[in-house]
């Protein structure tokens, strides 16, 4: 198993949304984040005072999936939240070792159904 994480512009999760259940994805955990990278930050200005944001809002996703559905979610993921200007965003692919559901204590794969 998988956990791919995915940090993508806010308004870009809808079509992110949609695509990833188009491939049976069956959930996801979706968290409201801030930080920066290349696109680092920018100015704005408010009552007549400028100040500097430095941390962008993003949308961070993390989805746990079978190794032979990881490449059709990340390209699912790519496609719908890419907009081709910066700050579109990262994937990280993480290996998980085990998954347990709480309320039946299945284990493994069988948990992401």
Known sequence: MKKVEAIIKPYKLDDVKQA???IGCSGMT???VKGFG???GHKEIY???EYMVEFQPKTKLEIVVGDDKVEQVVRSIQTS?????IGD?????LPVEEAIRIRTNESGEEVLQ
């Open 47 to 49: 009552r007549g005072a």
């Open 30 to 32: 979706i968290s409201e």
């Open 89 to 93: 965003g990262k994937i990280f692919i």
């Open 81 to 85: 939240a890419a907009t081709g200007k």
């Open 38 to 40: 290349r696109q680092k």
């Open 20 to 22: 990833l259940t188009a």
